[in-house]
């Protein structure tokens, strides 16, 4: 071995990794690259960063663009919201204040009308049925109209104001049913009597005397649900007040806002006297009387004639002593004893 290769190694053993890779790439001539002098004028050379902290501007508001406006015939319409206009209340049924009455029970015993206290006769039960037709016209209706019935006859003694009665007194027991029998046989006024009450101002002064309030004029009786009111004072014109734009008013005041009242009208025979066709524009159900033994057929058609401004006519057959199916009502508990 000679003496070079034994300098080299002990140099190798003098030297560090850096110290050799600065003898090999010179790393002390690093630094700064020289700006050339000759560059375009206005131009300068970017600033060399340091390690100084930069000061950063404040943010500028960011501007947004609106968006671009839509064809009118793309634009959704504008909502209206529609006003819900008040409800009315419903009007509340007038109260039925004339003078109290009593029923005589032994008149309607005496007349072969129905006696509420007494038993079930078949007397009742065949007004029962009748009431029944009545109630469903009227209910399946829903107009206070229909709620006025009209009981009349072709002629007279024909047993109108019997039925009349029996049905008013038979509609009374109804539950939550008010029953107003007013009497419109101005000529022969004959409920008051048949019951035994006292007659006093009713259906035609009331038409007659637009001050008069017709709720005054009707009065509640010992009978549950029953309401009378008097023919009241007949006059020459009584044809044309019940004609009268005053009729109406004075019915609707008796039946607007009660919807569980009715109003039974026993009326001159139609053959007889005007006032039956007169009412019947004001009523929705008319129950024509025909006596099995008496009415004839020319009678009966033509009655229904003249009530022919009512649209329901029912025919009512009164003092039918033979029944095709053999019904008898009101003898059953005494059959089965």
Known sequence: MTEQTKIS??????????????????????????????????????PRPTDEPRVQSEPQPQVIAPAPRVPEAFEPAPVEVAETAPQPKPKRAVMLC?????????????????????????????????????????RASGDDAARRILVCSPHPGE???????????ALAAERDIEVVLIDADVINPSVTRRLGVEAGEGLMDAL???????????SPTDI?????MPAGTSTARDAEHLTSARTAQVLDRLTEGAPNRFII????????????????????????????????????DDA???????????????????SPSGRRFGDYGEREQ
């Not at 090999?24 to 700006?35: A, Y």
């Not at 047993?159 to 007194?169: E, Q």
């Not at 549950?224 to 009378?228: A, S, T």
């Open 159 to 169: 047993g109108k104001t019997y039925c009349a009665t029996n049905l008013a007194i």
């Open 98 to 138: 004339g003078p109290r009455m009593e029923i005589d029970r032994d008149l309607l015993d005496d007349a072969g009308l129905i006696v509420p206290e007494d038993p079930v006769t078949g007397l009742l039960e065949e007004f029962r049925i009748v009431k029944r037709e009545l109630l469903a016209d009227a």
């Open 208 to 218: 007659v005397d637009k001050t008069l309030k017709p709720e005054t004029l009707v």
């Open 304 to 322: 229904r004639q003249l009530l022919s401004a009512c649209p329901d006519i029912k025919l009512l057959l009164n003092a039918a002593q033979f």
């Open 224 to 228: 549950e649900g029953l309401f009378i």
């Open 9 to 46: 190694r002990e140099a190798s053993k003098r030297n560090s990794l850096f110290e050799r890779a600065d003898a090999v790439f010179g790393l002390d001539n690093l630094g700064p690259v020289t700006v050339p002098k000759d560059l375009p004028a206005g131009k300068k050379p970017a």
């Open 265 to 300: 009208f026993d009326t001159p025979p139609a053959l007889a006297a005007s006032p039956a066709a007169e009412l019947a524009a004001y009523v929705g159900q008319a129950l024509l009387v025909v006596r099995a033994d008496q009415t004839g057929r020319a009678a009966l």
